[in-house]
């Protein structure tokens, strides 16, 4: 069996590892010159992107952010999932915000930004504290402005005036006061099954995912079930097949879903090393018509992410339960070159293994990482 991946970054090259033992082959598309690639060697396989859309069983996307015609395109072939309005949700905040609110699902306070007029309301409704996000193809923190006080709002106007807001319009989003950030990664096959994994916990540095910790520390059923029922409403109204990432503010015992992302996700990368099945595999799976397969944890894990650098030790692999993955892509600042899973018998024990793991780390690019292992222990 084959699936056609769109996009051809970490990804994609982690649905195929994880297709391989299935005996599926995944192809990635590399979707700046629409050519299809080995997900892994990035290298062209000389197959024409139309034919490599015949051959599929099944079609999906690496990232949100892919061009509308080339979904649409895709979508003739009635191969693609999730279905193209999934994808525009996650891929366009006005949008996602409609499906939240439509089906009563608690997120920010937001308005709508498409001129700079709008502005003058943001105060009266929101405070003076405001995250902007420009609605369109935004992740890792690129693509917002944080207003801190009201005298800065002057200057941000100036800032929009030079962007076309009504093309790409910006979400003005109350700033919230979160007790932490945790996500659901889940999965819905073409029957309508849904299953989901635990609650990660995630930490964030300048807007960008450092350290995720799942299944998250003091998960009380009632938090996971509700988490469950957010996705599952979710899911079946997008009549949504594949993985699905909800990312969520916890506010004491609410939850507030800050965005979804309609394919495998970062905060997902522990289930490689801590669950029965990995995201990606469900992902496969799930696409494919396959059932799905079980998710319960095997410990406690953490996933670090390595981001912008190089210069660390490879013998980090001689920790027991840690397990590298590597993306091999040329470092840049702020870029994901790779991540470590740490598996642990309990959360103090990954503590200890987060401690043991900085030795091996140039600590300047693992700002998150002391203090969590200090957390845990
Ligand atoms: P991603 O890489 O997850 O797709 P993104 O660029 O789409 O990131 P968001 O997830 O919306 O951006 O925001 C990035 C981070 O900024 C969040 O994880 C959170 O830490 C912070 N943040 C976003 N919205 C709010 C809010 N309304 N109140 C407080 N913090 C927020
Ligand atoms: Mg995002
Ligand atoms: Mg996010």
Known sequence: MRVLVYGSGQLAQMMYLAAAPLGVIVSAVDVSNETVVHPVSKEPTGVSLQNAIEDANAITVEFEHVPEHLLLDADKSGKLFPNVASI??????????????????????????????????????????????????????????????????????????????????????????????????????????????????????????????????????????????????????????????????????????????????????????????????????????????AVDVRGVSAMVNIIGCTAFSRDLIGIAGAHLHWYGKEVRTKRKMGHINVVADSHSHLGNKLAQLLAFLPVEHFPELEAEANRLK
């Open 88 to 293: 525009l949700a996650g891929a366009d905040r006005v949008r996602e915000k409609a499906l939240l609110s439509k089906h009563e699902i608690p997120n920010c306070p937001y308005l709508i930004i498409t001129d700079v007029t709008d502005l003058d309301n943001v105060i009266a409704s929101l405070g003076e504290r405001v995250i902007f996000k420009a609605s369109r193809d935004g992740y890792d923190g690129y693509g917002q402005w944080r207003m801190q006080s009201a005298d800065q709002l002057e200057k941000l106007k100036s800032e929009f005036a030079k962007l076309d807001l009504v093309k790409v319009p910006l979400i003005a989003e109350r700033m919230m006061q979160f007790d932490r950030e945790i996500s659901l990664v889940g999965a819905r096959d073409s029957e309508g099954n849904v299953s989901c994994f635990s609650l990660a916990e995630n930490l964030h540095f300048e807007g960008q995912l450092h350290v995720s910790v799942a299944p998250i520390t003091d998960l009380s059923d009632s938090l996971q079930s509700q988490a469950n029922e957010i996705f599952e409403k979710l899911a079946t109204a997008m009549d949504y097949v594949g993985v699905l990432a909800v990312e969520l503010f916890q506010c004491g015992e609410e939850l507030l879903v800050n965005e979804i992302a309609p394919r495998v996700h970062n905060s997902g990368h522990w289930t490689q090393q801590g669950c029965d099945t990995s995201q990606f595999e469900q992902h496969i799976r799930a696409v494919l018509g396959l059932p799905l397969g």
